[in-house]
T-cell receptor
Framework: GAVVSQHPSRVICKSGTSVKIECRSL??????MFWYRQFPKQSLMLMAT?????????EQGVEKDKFLINHASLTLSTLTVTSAHPEDSSFYIC????????????FGPGTRLTVT | QKEVEQDPGPLSVPEGAIVSLNCTYS??????FMWYRQYSRKGPELLMY????GNKEDGRFTAQVDKSSKYISLFIRDSQPSDSATYLC?????????????FGTGTRLLVSP
């Protein structure tokens, strides 16, 4: 099956710094990638949708200047949390799909961000 | 009111039991229904995908959708300790293009040997 990786799996950073999370499709070309955030005991909440080569579409209430998304190639999307604060601490999960073979989303293993 | 409601559990059952997991939803526009399994600190894995009302079976798993009641279920037969995970329901309004998924909070299932 399609494999999606994320790096790093876990990151701790100080308040005010920026953190970059990578999402890669390993064995398929991902025309679309999604970024989700999951707080403990809560649903996955969609943050943004990114299509290769175009600007990301952010969900209502998600600050696009704080959560920078770049989808520069068909196998890589990055999420940068700028000027991180403790309330940004969460589990960030990406998913990826290839419209050429259907519309199923394949999820990455997630990145645990802790802001101290 | 949340669009999708799901009991967080935990639900504890002995090995071999039949497990019933459920979600209710409020938006009648949802047409496509999915169940994901998520192990601790891992991303969700798609288990079942169904369209509209009816049943779908895949091995030990059966997904059931009742659109008139806005209620979906996942049944697991002959449950195994390896089934211990969080089960998330998800749904979408369309299958045209990539779907914007709305997830439930997930139900944590514990299957004891």
């Amino acid at each position: 099956g399609a494999v999606v990786s994320q790096h790093p799996s876990r990151v701790i950073c100080k308040s005010g710094t920026s953190v970059k999370i990578e999402c890669r499709s390993l064995d398929f070309q991902a025309t679309t990638m999604f970024w989700y955030r999951q707080f403990p005991k809560q649903s996955l909440m969609l943050m943004a949708t990114s299509n290769e080569g175009s600007k990301a579409t952010y969900e209502q209430g998600v600050e696009k200047d704080k959560f920078l998304i770049n989808h520069a190639s068909l196998t890589l999307s990055t999420l940068t949390v700028t000027s991180a604060h403790p309330e940004d601490s969460s589990f960030y999960i990406c998913s990826a799909g290839d419209r050429g073979v259907g519309y199923e989303q394949y999820f990455g293993p997630g990145t645990r961000l802790t802001v101290t | 009111q949340k669009e999708v409601e799901q009991d967080p559990g935990p639900l504890s059952v002995p090995e071999g039991a039949i497990v019933s997991l459920n979600c209710t939803y409020s938006n009648s526009a949802f047409q496509y229904f999915m169940w994901y399994r998520q192990y601790s600190r891992k991303g969700p894995e798609l288990l079942m995908y169904t369209y509209s009302s009816g049943n779908k079976e895949d091995g030990r798993f059966t997904a059931q959708v009742d659109k008139s009641s806005k209620y979906i279920s996942l049944f697991i037969r002959d449950s195994q300790p390896s089934d211990s995970a969080t089960y998330l329901c998800a749904m979408s309004r369309t299958n045209t293009g990539f779907q914007k998924l709305v997830f439930g909070t997930g139900t944590r299932l514990l299957v004891s040997p």
